[in-house]
């Protein structure tokens, strides 16, 4: 005789194995679009990246579910890695608009902010490895002090021709330009901090990182500032991690699925 109690263990036994065995087979099924969506997708050619944005644009816009939005955020992704120059900052402005991350986000606005311009991220790292190590390190020391309100620590700094070269090379970046900076630290000599905005904040820590590491990013993402905030990295040598890790090697949407090839070769790989 079964009594109640034990009736029940065994339903709740067979709704485990039954939901034990439709689990993992429901993992990692590709998800069509609508037939207009999908449709539209195939005819995307990577010797057109812009084709992918404009789609995306699109797609975003008229999302109602958040399948849709996550291959708007694809597309976008695609579009920024397979048109670095003429897209990526657009592109990394569009991912952070779809972010539901707040320090994902911020990165793919710092993203797009050394991006700022066709190839502007690399043209930036180049000329800072002109100027001398003891001149980029003086750069940023005089940031540092000018934030901390060192008014007189700061102009010794920028007193540095090494370190003041570095300002002229980053002044297009800075708001308010080398002008600003100059003026503003005589306005702190006398241990007054400035009441700098989160842009204004941002703006001089990417400019610092460039300065110091140009072609590397080796510091830890969690290394705090001043306000307790993380002093995020953005390595634009691997945007396909920042932009979720998407294959560009697989522009093709078939059937469903991105691909490497416009054929069906491929389609036996579950990964997008």
Not at 103 to 128: C, N, T, V, W
Not at 174 to 188: A, F, T, V
Not at 243 to 272: H, M
Request: net charge neutral; glycine share 8%; aromatic share 6%.
């Amino acid at each position: 005789m079964i009594f109640p109690r034990q009736r029940m263990m065994i339903l709740f036994g067979i709704v485990l194995l039954l939901f034990g065995r439709v689990g993992p087979s429901a993992q990692g099924q590709e998800r069509s679009l609508s037939p207009e969506w999908e449709a539209r997708m195939a005819k995307l050619d990577p010797s057109r990246p812009v084709g992918y944005f404009e789609l995306a644009e699109e797609l975003s816009d008229a999302a109602r579910t958040q399948e849709e939005l996550r291959m708007a955020g694809h597309l976008f992704a695609l579009a920024g890695l397979l048109d670095r120059t003429t897209l990526g900052r657009s592109a990394a402005l569009a991912l952070a608009d779809l972010a539901e991350d707040e320090l994902m986000r911020r990165q793919l606005k710092l993203a797009a902010f050394l991006l700022s311009g066709a190839g502007g991220g690399e043209r930036r790292a180049d000329a800072m490895l002109r100027h001398s190590r003891e001149g980029r390190l003086g750069f940023c020391l005089m940031l540092g002090a000018y934030r901390m309100g060192e008014g007189a620590r700061a102009r010794s700094y920028l007193s540095r021709a090494d370190a003041r070269a570095v300002l002229e090379t980053m002044s297009s970046l800075m708001e308010g330009g080398r002008e600003r900076i100059e003026r503003e630290i005589e306005l702190y000599l006398d241990g007054r901090r400035p009441r700098l905005s989160e842009r204004r904040l941002e703006e001089q820590l990417s400019i610092e990182m460039l300065a110091l590491s140009p072609t590397e990013m080796p510091w830890s993402a969690a290394l705090l500032v001043e306000d307790a905030r993380p002093l995020m990295v953005v390595d634009l040598r691997r945007m396909d991690r920042l932009f979720g890790d998407v294959d560009v090697s697989k522009p093709y949407r078939r059937f469903g699925r991105w691909v490497d090839a416009p054929t069906n070769e491929g389609l036996d790989d579950d990964s997008r």
